[in-house]
């Protein structure tokens, strides 16, 4: 087994530095400091999303976020919880697709004692027997929460639709997968899936760098385990669903192929979801809700996986005004290709600025942000590079791209009394 070496990099911009550090293990460390801050946050993810869970058990990866927390190492379940309360840790646990991830933000003084918590659950947790049917029974009361709103009833069949019923498959599972999962499912699915190589464990925050590597490398140098196998996935193929339910509302989800965040040009893609979609000055919001009525909600958004991405979009309506209000909307994606204004794009660009000040005031947000880069990318984007990147973006450009780049392959789910007339399939 060839063993890579201990590497170190810096990435560094006036007032933002990002420090990348790789174990020996495989498991890649992102650091930014953010000494103006008080705070400090974390998030360590690795390659056991839903994708990974075998066909019959829908729902093992999330439940797994439920049982890795009830002890581990030296603590007990109920130590487990008082220390991330002593802390003060605002913490979370969740699966995407193919990630499963744990974090926290905390007072930046307990950002090494909080590492060290999870270092203790993330490789050596207890998964108590008498507590697996707790953790089943919460997992069943959020599929059941989310079987019984619509509007997620509508975009989780969509996403299977987009992506395929392995790629897409729900986070919150199935209540047979649920029902059918053992201890010793939990046990071979953490043995399989939770390795360092791969993994991520980014930090931002006030914090001396030196230290914190040091502490991570005592934490996690001596963990083991290959990276773990690549997955097969599946693709999904334009079609059309309609969930017959007697309501006075239908909710409409629609999907189509996009580049996805890794792509060169995503950024032309997102311009033009940003005409469509972002403030209430958008096109959809304007000329969908406030102009002609016809909902009381309409949105679009990208969305991606390692290798593909789509944009996703969803209007709640009444039965009498859904026809007009699909009709419409596709209308107004299409029309992108056809020009935008020079204010609709300048719009958009104080939008993304602005929040890329905000991300710099917020740990847990840059956090988010150097994980997905580096999943997707394979490196960190700095705050300074979107920035430039979206400075230099033109009108010319944006309707070039989406003139090449033609909005096919919808897919559209719908819930309510009626299906509707889904022309983008004929």
Same mark, same amino acid.
């Given at each position: ?129 008498? $507590?697996?049917?707790?953790?089943? $029974? ?289």
């Amino acid at each position: 087994m060839n063993i890579p070496t201990v590497t170190d990099s810096v990435l560094e911009v006036p007032a933002e530095i990002v420090h990348v550090h790789t174990l020996a293990n495989g498991l890649v460390i992102l650091a930014q400091p953010m000494h103006w801050l008080r705070t400090a946050a974390f998030s360590l993810a690795v390659h056991a999303g839903v994708q990974a869970e075998p066909h019959d058990r829908g729902g093992l990866a999330g439940l797994m976020c439920e049982m890795i927390q009830r002890g581990a190492g030296p603590y007990s379940s109920r130590d487990v919880v008082e220390l991330q309360d002593n802390l003060g840790l605002d913490h979370s646990a969740g699966v995407s697709s193919t990630l499963a991830s744990y974090g926290a933000t905390m007072p930046a003084e307990a950002l090494t004692d909080a590492l060290s918590l999870y270092a203790e659950i993330l490789r050596r947790p207890h998964f108590p027997e008498d $507590q697996l049917e707790d953790a089943l $029974q919460v997992s069943m009361q959020e599929l059941r929460a989310v079987e019984d709103e619509p509007t997620q009833q509508v975009m989780l069949r969509l996403k299977q639709l987009q992506y395929g019923p392995l790629s897409g498959r729900p986070s919150c599972g199935t209540a047979e997968g649920i029902e059918s999962i053992t201890l010793q499912d939990v046990i071979d699915f953490y043995k399989a899936r939770y390795r360092p190589a791969g993994a991520i464990l980014a930090i931002a925050g006030r914090f001396d760098w030196d230290e914190v590597r040091e502490h991570c490398e005592a934490l996690f140098g001596d963990w083991s385990g290959e990276k773990a196998s690549e997955l097969k996935l599946d693709l999904g193929k334009p079609a059309y669903e309609h969930i017959s339910q007697e309501s006075s509302q239908t909710h409409i989800g629609f999907s189509f192929d996009a580049a996805p965040f890794r792509d060169p040009n995503f950024y032309l893609l997102r311009a033009g979801v940003g005409v469509l979609s972002d403030g209430m000055s958008s096109r959809l919001f304007d000329r969908v809700r406030e102009q002609r009525g016809l909902c009381y909600t309409v949105s679009a958004s990208t969305h991606s996986l390692y290798d593909r991405g789509a944009i996703f979009g969803y209007a709640g309506t009444t039965p009498e005004r859904a026809q007009e209000t699909l009709d419409v909307t596709l209308r107004e994606i299409q029309a992108i290709s056809q020009g935008i204004e020079q204010a609709e794009l300048d719009r958009w660009k104080v939008r993304v600025e602005s929040s890329l000040i905000m991300e710099q005031e917020s740990c847990a947000s840059a956090v988010a942000s150097m994980l997905s880069d580096w999943y997707h990318r394979g490196r960190v984007v700095t705050a300074k590079e979107i920035e430039a990147i979206i400075e230099s973006i033109t009108v010319d450009q944006v309707v070039e791209y989406w003139r090449k780049n033609p909005p096919k392959n919808f897919r559209l789910v719908t819930l309510g009394q009626s299906p509707l007339e889904f022309k983008p399939l004929l």
